[in-house]
């Protein structure tokens, strides 16, 4: 079965740094998602990629698609307090109908 | 604005007291799934319905059970709670069209669940 490890499992930065998040996956990714989770509270869409190579931003925030597909990071470039919570990557499973997530990457910021 | 809503946000039940958790969405997706949660862990999906079909995940304990009434509404059954079952509950929906090749899926906001 297809199983996606991200690191770090958590991070603390300073306001205003740049930060990586990896996730990585054990078999080709057909469809690799990233989404965000405050504490407590549900998973929210940030953005998808599917071609080899593909990179998308929204706002400060970059993900990019290994050529091979079986890795993906999402870049944060001037953090802020906002950018705090939780990070997921999930990727599609055979069919496209479920989704397995990683164990998230915890974000700190420190104003 | 369109949504996914759980409710109720918090729930509190006995050891093997029966409990119904409920997720409506306004997006009239088909697909309706429900997630486990467990601390510092990965969601894990207990079972979904694409429309009225449903599809049980091979791990899933029998103690789990859903109903989806219509397209709006799913329920989340736990006959007889234990301990183990303490966690956040995560309902999210998709529109899926066979061979679409990508599933973004929408998230409630979770059931806390605590048994005691």
């Known amino acids: 079965s297809q199983e996606l490890e991200q690191s770090p499992q958590s991070l603390i930065v300073q306001e205003g740094k740049n930060l990586t998040i990896n996730c990585t996956s054990s078999k080709t990714l057909y469809g690799l998602y990233w989404y965000k989770q405050k504490y407590g509270e549900g998973l929210i869409f940030l953005m998808m990629?599917?071609?080899?190579?593909e990179e998308k931003s929204h706002e400060k925030i970059t993900a990019k698609l290994d050529e091979k597909k079986q890795q993906s990071s999402l870049h944060i470039t001037a953090s802020q307090p906002s950018h705090a919570g939780i990070y997921l990557c999930?990727?599609?499973?055979?069919?496209?109908?479920?989704?397995?997530f990683g164990a998230g990457t915890r974000l700190f910021v420190k104003a | 604005d369109a949504m996914v809503i759980q409710n109720p946000r918090y729930q509190v039940t006995q050891f093997g007291k029966p409990v119904t958790l409920s997720c409506s969405q306004t997006?009239?997706?088909?697909?309706m799934y429900w997630y486990q949660q467990k601390s510092s862990q990965a969601p894990k999906l207990l079972f979904h319905?694409?429309?009225?079909?449903?599809?049980n995940e091979a791990d899933t304990p029998d103690n789990f059970q859903s109903r989806r009434p219509n397209t709006s509404f799913c329920f989340l059954d736990i006959r007889s709670p234990g301990l183990g079952d303490a966690a956040m509950y995560l309902c999210?929906?998709?529109?899926?069209?066979?061979?679409?090749?990508?599933?973004?899926?929408?998230f409630g906001p979770g059931t806390r669940l605590t048994v005691l």
């Open positions: 997006l009239n997706h088909n697909v």
């Open positions: 999210a929906t998709s529109r899926v069209k066979l061979g679409k090749g990508y599933n973004e899926q929408f």
């Open positions: 319905y694409y429309d009225k079909d449903f599809n």
């Open positions: 999930g990727a599609d499973t055979a069919g496209g109908f479920k989704t397995i």
């Open positions: 990629l599917q071609k080899g190579g």
